[in-house]
């Protein structure tokens, strides 16, 4: 399990974290529209959380969470 991994979901799973998949990008500057989002994820701009869970504490800072979700049932 790594950063980037799908995140699978499967009947009846546990509570789960999503720290371990997510990736992080703090949006510079505010209010970037979502065409700018998706550019930057192609050019690899999200990157894993410094920390080993997800806290970012109070701050005027907006944060896009990027994960992906694998459910093997459909």
Known sequence: MGH???IELTPNMPRQSLSPYVT???EQPL???I???LQ???EGAF???SKSHLSFGFSRQAY???FDI???TI
């Open 47 to 49: 990157k894993p959380p």
């Open 31 to 33: 209010a970037t529209g």
């Open 4 to 6: 980037g991994e799908a």
């Open 64 to 66: 896009w969470l990027r």
């Open 35 to 37: 065409k700018e989002i």
């Open 40 to 42: 930057r994820d192609r």
């Open 24 to 26: 992080v990008l703090p």
């Open 70 to 72: 694998r459910n093997p």
